[in-house]
């Protein structure tokens, strides 16, 4: 995420998505209420065509500003679509107040206008420029001759694979086993391959194949073999990615890794939960009466809780305490937990009970 232009005076910042992450942000950047520009494509009726071409129009690309109704981030497709009434457009082509949708696009800048930009929003953008300086992760879980792959971004976990084999069993007398071994890693280097900016690998599984899958990196892929480490799990397949997180093996190698690092979090809190802690809240109710008398020490809010609650409000009242306020994604197992504990959960300074 880049800013490409803001006017602090008039309540206008422009940015400019480059990751899959950065629409994730945009998505909860962007308000209803909001006043939104940037490029797009509409159907425009052409009449000085033939009948043809009058009756399907053409597609033209401007710029239009329009007044956000509605948007929505499909995680699967990775699109940003924006919904809202014409405010601003070339009115010789489109009528002022007519509905349109502007899908946010990569490496196209667009404009938001809010009346008041909230702390926790500044906070949030800020996050993303820092977030497309930091490492990226991949975890390679291997079993058998079965490899899946877990690729880390901010809002969660994208799962890969798995990718096959064609190796017999020890037990199995089979003289081309040693070639299809090797077949088989370098179908994993091949895969791990199609990502870009990989910094660590982590190398997991229940037997001994992310040993030697290691081995062979150090033998034939030196580059990738350094951005490697080994961590032991119990299963193989996305349940052994799983473990892998709960582990922080990703936090550890690369602290910035906002996944990792919301999931730790919610274990702690479920921790003190267990252990019966009067340090701890969780629930809307009995979270906002902690936030009004300032006992907060962390706060914890699901990401698609700050809108319909309203709670920018409350959250900029923590940090204004010397709270810290933590935003957990709804896209990971932890997000999951948290929304069982009715979206929001705090430590605090003082028992209030």
Known sequence: MKITYQDKKKGIIELLPETLD???HLSHIIAEGDTVYSKTTRRIQDNTGDKLRSDRGVKKTFTLGVSVEDLSFHIFTGKLRIIGSIIKGPEDLIPLGSHHTIEAKLNTPIKIFKEQWSQYVLKRINQAIEASKKLSAIIV????????????RQLGIEYYGPVMGNVSGKQIIDKNRAKNIEKFYQKIVD???????????VLAGPGFFKNDFLK????????????SIIESTGSGGRVGINEVLKKGTVEKLAAENRVAFEISAINEILQEIAKSSNLVVYG????????NIGAIEKLLVLDNLIRSEDL??????????SGEVL??????????????????????RYSIS
């Open 22 to 24: 950065d629409l994730w």
């Open 141 to 152: 879980v291997l079993e058998d001759d079965v490899a899946d792959f877990g690729l880390m």
């Open 191 to 201: 895969y791990i391959l199609k990502f870009d900016n990989i910094q660590t690998i």
């Open 216 to 227: 062979y990196l150090e033998s034939k892929h030196a580059d990738l073999a350094k951005k």
């Open 284 to 291: 809307k109710k009995q979270v906002k009466e902690a936030i």
């Open 312 to 321: 920018e409000e409350s959250m900029d009242m923590v940090e204004r305490m």
């Open 327 to 348: 935003v957990i994604s709804s896209q990971h197992e932890g997000g999951k937990q948290l929304e069982g504990l009715g979206g929001m959960a705090a430590t605090l």
